[in-house]
């Protein structure tokens, strides 16, 4: 099993641009989030899906956007890129195990410049 | 609103001492899960240990177990024996598990350990 997988790893935009981050993950998870961690800090919720066609948003949701069409992919969208998205994405997934834990992909590092 | 307060932005333990990674939480909904997740510099999340909010006995995983006061709102990571390899940032975290399972970490504590 790949588990999560974030592509890309690395990314620079201009400010204005737009893109999106993608996520997927192999394991039949019902749960997945999207976190923003920016330097020294910890994760911040940017939204998350408890299943296909279900999402809401987080802490930190403004200049994003998600859509959940199947289970295994949750792409994140960033419309008109400003410098204070620069950050480390990371995507997490779960499902309704005991231990209720996350699993995490490797994380995107985005810079705006 | 939910809420993950970590006080401690650094620590330093001796090598093979105990140390105790302090979280406190704020929810009004009954039924929640906490975790301690570890991040070394190479930036990977690693999970370590959960405790739901009605379980009966503190999680243990090894030579990490949650202190969990569910008064006092609190669930301390107690790490025994330090490592250097436990050289990393501690994320504690909460999930709602009666509204779609959101989950928010708290700042972090920065842990060293001195050989």
């Known amino acids: 099993n790949a588990g999560v997988t974030q592509t890309p790893k690395f990314r620079i935009l201009k400010i204005g641009q737009s893109m999106t981050l993608q996520c997927t993950q192999d394991?039949?998870?019902?749960?997945m989030y999207w976190y923003r961690q920016d330097p020294g800090m910890g994760l911040k919720l940017i939204y998350y899906?408890?299943?296909?066609?279900?999402?809401d948003k987080g802490e930190v949701p403004n200049g994003y956007n998600v859509s959940r069409s199947t289970t295994e992919d949750f792409p994140l969208r960033l419309e008109l890129a400003a410098p204070s998205q620069t950050s480390v994405y990371f995507c997490?997934?779960?499902?309704?195990?005991?231990?209720?834990?996350?699993?995490f992909g490797s994380g995107t590092q985005l810079s705006v410049l | 609103a939910q809420k993950i307060t970590q006080t401690q932005p650094g620590m330093f333990v001796q090598e093979k001492e105990a140390v105790t990674l302090d979280c406190t939480y704020d929810t009004s909904d009954p039924s929640y899960g906490l975790f301690w997740y570890k991040q070394p510099s190479s930036g990977e999340m690693i999970f370590l240990i959960y405790q739901g909010s009605y379980d009966q006995q503190n999680a243990t995983e090894g030579r990490y177990s949650l202190n969990f006061q569910k008064a006092r709102k609190s669930a301390n990571l107690v790490i025994s024996a330090s490592q250097l390899g436990d050289s990393a940032m501690y994320f504690c975290?909460?999930?709602?598990?009666?509204?779609?399972?959101?989950?928010?970490f708290g700042p972090g504590t920065s842990l060293s350990v001195i050989p």
């Open positions: 394991m039949n998870h019902n749960y």
């Open positions: 899906s408890v299943g296909a066609g279900i999402t």
């Open positions: 975290a909460m999930r709602d598990l009666t509204s779609y399972d959101k989950v928010i």
């Open positions: 997490a997934s779960s499902y309704n195990s005991p231990s209720r834990k996350l699993f």
